[in-house]
């Protein structure tokens, strides 16, 4: 009866113990979920909706994720985030910026007015949710499977971006298998990282930079 006192004790405190991650990122979703249409001329075809999607995937992350997962974000320094956050972001800026320049990839028109919502929107609300969803959920609940959890994953990560680039199956028209190859590619890639010792705040870095460019936030 003690021990599950006990354990029932500790599992509530490592889901306290992650409550300032959450608060930031809530605090963040709710500025975006107020100002969206301020700051983004077509919000509601694209942000709006998926709004609710990013806030569910949090809430799973802390009830569902796996307790090796949440002792890990518990256990990295701020410090150590950080490091692994910027030294990934640097090298994925670095990455495509050979892209770009060998002509792999034309960077879109950007408004300069929008530069800093989305930095913010991709970093805190995008990557952030979908990293701790796809790499911090579900990679855990595969990770028995070794090398298959990590194709697991990244094809529900492609299959998720199917969703939120609109692609319909039964329209052809709509189809669009470079952005999903590109997103199954990267789940994997993600995955990997997720299991070094670099772990999701490097998978949150290259995720954003690599959507900030895409955007053409930054521009190369």
């Not at 500025?31 to 709004?51: Q, R």
């Not at 910026?97 to 609300?125: D, H, Y």
């Amino acid at each position: 009866m003690l021990d599950r006192i006990y354990s029932t004790f500790n599992k509530l405190y490592n889901k306290i113990s992650l409550f300032p991650f959450i608060f930031a990122f809530v605090l963040i979703w709710i500025y975006f979920w107020l100002n969206g249409p301020a700051h983004f001329s077509n919000w509601p075809d694209t942000y709006s909706e998926l709004m609710l999607y990013y806030l569910g995937m949090i809430v799973i992350f802390v009830i569902f994720a796996n307790r090796p997962t949440q002792q890990y974000l518990k256990q990295q320094t701020i410090a150590s985030s950080m490091v692994s956050f910027v030294l990934f972001f640097i090298l994925t800026l670095f990455m495509l910026l050979i892209v770009v320049r060998i002509g792999l990839f034309t960077q879109p028109e950007f408004n300069p007015v929008l530069f800093w919502p989305v930095i913010i929107l991709q970093i805190f609300v995008v990557a952030t949710a979908e990293e701790v969803m796809f790499r911090g959920v579900i990679l855990g609940y595969f990770k028995t499977l070794a090398f298959l959890g990590i194709i697991i994953q990244a094809l529900l990560f492609a299959l998720w971006h199917s969703y939120a680039y609109q692609i319909q199956y039964y329209d052809l028209s709509t189809f669009n298998f470079p952005i999903l190859l590109m997103a199954f590619i990267m789940g994997i890639l993600l995955g990997i990282i997720a299991k070094s010792k670099y772990g999701l705040p490097a998978c949150i870095a290259i995720h954003s930079c690599w959507n900030i460019v895409i955007l053409g936030a930054i521009h190369l």
